[in-house]
């Protein structure tokens, strides 16, 4: 059987393509605080970041990534493409394979479309999924584990308490998947009640008041409210939101006295978490944009190890 080149979700890695993902991206980041900065490892890859909604951490990070392993990358310019003239993505992907380019980043509002699109492939390529609707983003749950485990070692005793707009976060969802494989002790969903999943993941439970569950928490995940994923606005109002469910440095004194705080970002201060938090000392955040690149460097060069195997 010909060896599966994409990445699309969490689910379909096994654990131990899992940590080896997590250690490859480490061992990247200690050769880059030992100075080492380039590798040849994917000099004869051409990659396109195919971003059809907005990012900046993603997009850029996967562009480093690919610029520290030697490939040409490009960023695919959606407003000047033939998207615009009703081509699809089929079509402009077959197009960009023509051309020789064989891995493609994608983002994009339809939660099944990297998925969809690694089907219909006819040549070999690799589909790698970089946040699509609101279930799916896989190099993020890898780059929040590997955050959480440059601090605590042992996933087996951790409480992970996640706050916020649950229902709309691939982020939230693709890191339940992660801490789920990786058998964390305790996963609590905290927010309003119309933004907690109807039925909670296995492993994970639901509540609506903060407080309690931040008692001997060891990771805090803050979210963003994703209002360009909401039919209607779904919280009474920001002020409410934030009295409830806002991260305060009070808040994060109920929680263990080494916890730390994520927040995959983009983040709105004031909202979801306070800048006495957002830049504090329990905070991660700029941690995890920076092992975002060692991330995605791991995930490129697994891929086009799988790549080299399906052509072989
Ligand atoms: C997230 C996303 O796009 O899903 N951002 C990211 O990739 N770091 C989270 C968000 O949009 O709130």
Redesign the pocket.
Known sequence: MKPYTHLIDIKQLHISELLHLLDKAQTFKNEYSSGKRQYDLLKDMTIVNLFFEP?T??RISFEIAAKRLSATIINFDLDNSSAQKGETILDTIYTLQAMDCQMFVIRHKETDMASWLAKQLIKPAAIINA?TGSIS?PT?ALLDTLTIKQHKKNFEKLKVVIIGDIIHS??ATSLIEALTLLQTKEICLVGPENLLPEHPPLKTSCHLKLEPTLKDADVIVA??L?KERMETFMVDSIQSFHMKYGLTEARVSLAKPDVIVLH???MNRDIEIDDKVADGPHSVILDQVNNGIFIRMAVLDYLKSKLYEAKA
């Open positions: 990012s951490r993603t946040g983003h993020q691939r982020v979210l963003r994703q995959p970002g983009p």
